[in-house]
Every structure is written in structure tokens, then in C-alpha cells.
């Protein structure tokens, strides 16, 4: 697509494709190739794709670099401030060097020159849109997100004009739940009810399932319908459904209205009222209180970790008493869990919330939010230890678990560690330092990502009791190590 000009002074007219590693970037207009400069510290370049038309990029980012000051500006954005004019051309700060005394000198503006290629140049800024594949030519690992734009109108409303299919409908409702976030709060409803002493009825199981998923989805919804002036200020969510306008606010409201309504009916019928109470809180903590008090102080992460922890009381409520110490040790685990989860992955993308007007630790006090978040990992382990004591997990958990604990701790000391020296009597980290800390962040975070999955399904196999069937040769010594159920009364 693109060709490299000859050198010299009509080659700075046209500059050629430039592919470099690049770290991360702003969607951002710098102009600050429009007076003559020297080519020695400015390599510019143009981005001829399309794809850039949406003006909301999705990027992959690899290994961190030091330089991050490469911004480029979407293709839309030239026609408003006339950046294909020939002396004005997309740039960026870099120190390549000098090639030749010749390259020193400064770029001579021949008009004619000018006139004869400034067709060419409006066509490479601008060029025609056609379809993409995932294979882009700007110099960013892009995801493969094609056609970002805004929606002229709703899904539902395109559904009714018979635009779309009832498919198409049903997609935007989908990410609207957060459906990674919901699975994740339903196992942990459900590990809760299977470490629960009482035996387990497979329907009670299915709608307790169900219900949860529900309820979550509606609260995620309520979250997005409030917040897209705020979610379009950031690339982690400028994609979001009501961002786009595939649903309007209204209509995001009503449809958590409805799964709300139908989550907690299920659950107050098909479980007991206790379950279906909780999940409505839940419902009304996350998408009412812990949303409002984002933009206000860093207390939400405290009120988030809250919300977080409810759903391994709705799971063991499900079947068995809340007065029972497991229940808590359960719960304690998935409030625990949150700090080093959403500490990490705050830090990576402060400035983005900043810049959304979020509140958050990791830009108020960072030092503090590496601290908690080491705090709660260390936490994790006598939690851990409760589940064998309370009588819901074998010895050999304590085991299993600290080892998946251990990994997820030592990633939090590397990062308050860095973070510590970072900010050491009240200073400024160097360019090292913020990388070395954005490593260790990431590291935690994924490392949180598979702690608590990890932490569940070991303490599920460690169930007590669960290995005596095939383990024992004695039935009488069986009958007395299985759990007594609880007798409980539906109301």
C-alpha cells in the first residue's frame, strides 16, 4: 500500500510508511510537524486504513516501553482540521539520528510540487472505505473489532423495522449483562452451594443458577445505563452498547427490569425468600450505591469488594444456614479476592479513569493501593485455612490452596515492593520504575484471574467427605464421617 519516497526535499513532501514497535497511544491531533523542522528528530508517516474512520480503536499492547509519547489521530478527524494539507502531516517525536549533512537541512515548500501530489496525499489520509480484514497497517496490534461507529438507531428499534434479526437484537443485550463478569459471580454462587453441608437437589441447583445470572445481568445493565457519558471517556468501555447507541439508556433500564424482576421471583420461588432478598440488595448496591459513589471517593473499591462477596451467601443460604462459619469464611475469600484483582487493573489504567472522573486509589495514592492490595492477599491464607476448620474442606486444601495463594501473594509483595521504592520519601517514579510496576500489576491481575477459579474447584474436590465412598472400606465409618444435613423449614 505504501511506497518509500525517493530522498531528498520532495521526498519530505510525501513522507513514507514508517512501521514502528509502539507501546501505547492517545487518540490525540498534534500538530506539531506544521512548521518546517529538521528530519533528523521527526519521523512521519501516514496511516492509510480505513479502519481508522471509526475513530475508537481497540489495542492489543505487548512488552512496555520507556517512549510513549507516539499519538496518531484518526482518519476522520483530518477533514476538520485540514491535517492533509501537504505541511501538515501526522509525527511524532523520535531520536533516530543523523542519516547525512543533507537531511539536516530544512524541507523547501514548492507549491507546484505541492499541487501535483496533494491528490495523492488526500487519498492515502483518506482512504475509501471497503471492508477490512483483521489485519491492519498502522503500526498498533489491533483487535479484530471491525466497524466501531456510533449506531444511527437502537437495535431494538431496527429489530421492529425489520432491519435486523432477532439474533442481531439479542447481541448488544448480551454484553449489557457482562457476561464474563456474571459467569464468574454465579460459580461462585454455586461453589458456595456445593461446599454447603446439606445435599444438593439438582433443581434447586438450576434455578439458584439462573436466578443469579439474572439478577447479576440486571445490575450490570443499571450500571451501564447510567454511566456512558463517563464509558465513552475510555477504551476499555467506548465499545459498550449504550456508548454506541445499540441501546438507549431507557431501554438498557427496562431490560434489567425485567431479568431483575424475573432473576429474584426465581429465586424467592425456586429457592427461598433469604436468597432472593440478598440479590436484590446486591442488585441495588452495585448498580445504585457502588456506581453513584465511584466519582466520589476511593471508598468504592471497599463497597464493590462488598457487593462481590454477597453472592457465596446467596449459595449457602441456598441450602444450609447463614450462621454457619464456612459461609463467612466463603464470602470472606471473594471480598478478599477483589483488592489485588481490581488494584491491578486499576493501576494499568488510571489515567483512563482519571480522565473519566473516577475516583480510584491507584491515582489518589498509589502506594496505599499497592499496600491493600498486599494486605488482602496475605488475607487469603487464613481464609483458606477456615474452610479446613470450620469443617467444609480436608487438611490437604490448606495445602493445595496456599500454594495457588502463594503465587498470587508474591506477585502483590513484587509490585508494593516496586511501588514502595517508586514513591520512597514522597518522589516521583523514573521511567523504569513505572514500567517495572506496570509488569508486576499485570502479573497480578492475571495471577487474581486464576486464583479464585483455582481456589473453588480445589475446595470443591477437598469437600469433606466427598472421597470416603471410594477411599473407605467400611460402610458403618462412612455413615459417621458424612455431613449431618441441616433441617430447614421453606417458607
Request: aromatic residues 12%; contains cysteine.
Amino acid at each position: 500500500m505504501f511506497k518509500q519516497s525517493p530522498r531528498g526535499a520532495a521526498a519530505q513532501m510525501l513522507p513514507f510508511f514508517f512501521t514502528t514497535n509502539v507501546r501505547a497511544s492517545r487518540r490525540t491531533a498534534i500538530l506539531n510537524t506544521k512548521s518546517v523542522v529538521s528530519p533528523h528528530n521527526v519521523q512521519r508517516f501516514y496511516y492509510a486504513n480505513g479502519f481508522l474512520d471509526s475513530g475508537s480503536v481497540d489495542f492489543r499492547r505487548g512488552t512496555a516501553s520507556i517512549n510513549r509519547s507516539i499519538q496518531f489521530t484518526p482518519n476522520h478527524e483530518l477533514g476538520k482540521i485540514g491535517l492533509c494539507q501537504h505541511d501538515f502531516v501526522r509525527g511524532v517525536s523520535s531520536k533516530v539520528g543523523l542519516t547525512s549533512p543533507s537531511d539536516t537541512q530544512p524541507v523547501e515548500k514548492n507549491k507546484d510540487f505541492s499541487d501535483a501530489i496533494i491528490g495523492k496525499v488526500q487519498n492515502i489520509c483518506h482512504p475509501k472505505n471497503e471492508d477490512l480484514s483483521s489485519t491492519s497497517h498502522i503500526p498498533f496490534a489491533v483487535k479484530d473489532k471491525i466497524k466501531q461507529q456510533a449506531a444511527t438507531t437502537s437495535a431494538l428499534t431496527s429489530f421492529k423495522n425489520g432491519e435486523i434479526t432477532f439474533k442481531k437484537l439479542t447481541e448488544p443485550y448480551l454484553v449489557l449483562t457482562k457476561p464474563n463478569l456474571t459467569f464468574l459471580i454465579m460459580l461462585s454462587c454455586i461453589s458456595s452451594y456445593a461446599l454447603s453441608p446439606n445435599s444438593v437437589s439438582v433443581h434447586e441447583f438450576m434455578t439458584l443458577a439462573a436466578g443469579v445470572m439474572l439478577a447479576s445481568g440486571a445490575a450490570n445493565a443499571i450500571n451501564m445505563g447510567r454511566e456512558p457519558s463517563f464509558d465513552k471517556l475510555m477504551v476499555r468501555t467506548a465499545a459498550r452498547p449504550v456508548v454506541r447507541g445499540q441501546v438507549t439508556s431507557r431501554e438498557a433500564f427496562t431490560f434489567a427490569g425485567i431479568t431483575g424482576s424475573l432473576g429474584c421471583t426465581m429465586l424467592y420461588f425456586g429457592v427461598n425468600p433469604v436468597v432472593s432478598g440478598l440479590a436484590f440488595a446486591n442488585i441495588v448496591l452495585y448498580s445504585w450505591f457502588y456506581t453513584s459513589l465511584k466519582r466520589k471517593s476511593i471508598l468504592n473499591t471497599w463497597l464493590g469488594a462488598l457487593v462481590g462477596a454477597i453472592p457465596p451467601l446467596m449459595g449457602w443460604a441456598a441450602s444450609s444456614s447463614l450462621m454457619d462459619p464456612g459461609a463467612w469464611c466463603l464470602a470472606g475469600i471473594l471480598y478478599a479476592w477483589q483488592f489485588p484483582h481490581f488494584n491491578s487493573l486499576s493501576h494499568n489504567i488510571k489515567d483512563e479513569y482519571k480522565k473519566a472522573g473516577y475516583v480510584m486509589t491507584a491515582f489518589e495514592n498509589p502506594k496505599l493501593n499497592a499496600r491493600v492490595a498486599l494486605r488482602y492477599s496475605l488475607l487469603l491464607f487464613p481464609l483458606c485455612y477456615g474452610l479446613y476448620l470450620s469443617g467444609v474442606t480436608d487438611g490437604w486444601f490448606v495445602l493445595d490452596s496456599s500454594l495457588v495463594n502463594g503465587w498470587l501473594t508474591y506477585m502483590s509483595f513484587k509490585f508494593w515492593n516496586q511501588q514502595r521504592i517508586n514513591f520512597k520519601n514522597g518522589g516521583q517514579p523514573t521511567p523504569e520504575g513505572a514500567i517495572l510496576a506496570n509488569v508486576y500489576a499485570k502479573k497480578m491481575f492475571w495471577g487474581s484471574v486464576w486464583q479464585l477459579p483455582g481456589v473453588l474447584v480445589l475446595a470443591m474436590l477437598h469437600k469433606r467427605g466427598m472421597w470416603d465412598r471410594f477411599l473407605s472400606s467400611d460402610p458403618e465409618k462412612e455413615k459417621l464421617s458424612s455431613p449431618k444435613p441441616n433441617i430447614r423449614l421453606k417458607a
